[in-house]
């Protein structure tokens, strides 16, 4: 079954920690999207990248970093620098940048 | 400054009617549209677009309608089912593709049997 898979559901950590959220699709997707979704706010864009080995800076990168060594998995690292890292973490993929997006189920972070 | 608006939090309708989800935006250079719905527990599934050449576009029971001068559109879902009952996200995207697309807040939907 193709799909994005997004683990873990639910992540906790300590404050000052660094958290990598993970990112698979097997869809042959060259375009990959990580956002982040708060109460009451839509979905923000972090970082998107179009091909492997790139990647861009979306609307709220700071705090964040991302790699992209493979085509199928676009990890995101929480920093301690993020303010405010508490959040529900959507990836999504899509064949080019000209096709809607494609999204895992999502994982919420929570900082103890 | 929210550049996409969707006003009502939350929408009920009786099952079979029809479903009217609004959305306004600020920026006159968003070109491409879309239309996500959700469900709790998952991630957003694409629904259906309109790129800005286009009032409309339809597929099966769902119709996007495209206003530029007002900078509005609606999905309208005809007839409503109860599985349709989720959240409904607007979005647009004026980078000429979907690379960088500003998503709205959502609009919960519950269809009533």
């Known amino acids: 079954d193709g799909g994005i898979t997004q683990s873990p559901k639910y992540l906790f950590r300590k404050e000052g920690q660094n958290v990598t959220l993970s990112c698979e699709q097997n869809?042959?997707?060259?375009?990959m999207y990580w956002y982040r979704q708060d109460p009451g706010q839509g979905l923000r864009l972090i970082y998107y990248?179009?091909?492997?080995?790139?990647?861009q800076k979306g609307d709220i990168a700071e705090g964040y970093s991302v790699s992209r060594e493979k085509k199928e998995s676009f990890p995101l690292t929480v920093t301690s620098a993020q303010k405010n890292p508490t959040a529900f973490y959507l990836c999504?993929?899509?064949?080019?940048?000209?096709?809607?997006?494609?999204f895992g189920d999502g994982t919420r972070l929570s900082i103890l | 400054d929210q550049q996409v608006k969707q006003n009502s939090p939350s929408l009920s309708v009786q099952e079979g009617r029809i479903s009217i989800l609004n959305c306004d935006y600020t920026?006159?250079?968003?070109?491409?549209f879309l239309w996500y719905k959700k469900y709790p527990a998952e991630g957003p599934t694409f629904l259906i677009s309109?790129?800005?050449?286009?009032d409309k576009n339809e597929d099966g029971r769902f119709t996007v309608f495209l206003n530029k001068s007002a900078k509005h559109l609606s999905l309208h879902i005809v007839p409503s089912q109860p599985g349709d009952s989720a959240v409904y996200f607007c979005?647009?995207?004026?980078?000429?593709?979907?690379?960088?697309?500003?998503f709205g807040i959502g609009t919960k939907l519950q269809v009533i049997p």
């Open positions: 920026n006159s250079m968003f070109d491409y």
């Open positions: 869809l042959n997707h060259d375009a």
């Open positions: 999504a993929s899509a064949p080019g940048v000209y096709q809607p997006q494609h």
């Open positions: 309109i790129s800005s050449i286009k």
């Open positions: 979005a647009a995207s004026n980078s000429g593709g979907y690379q960088k697309v500003t």
């Open positions: 990248s179009q091909i492997v080995n790139d990647f």
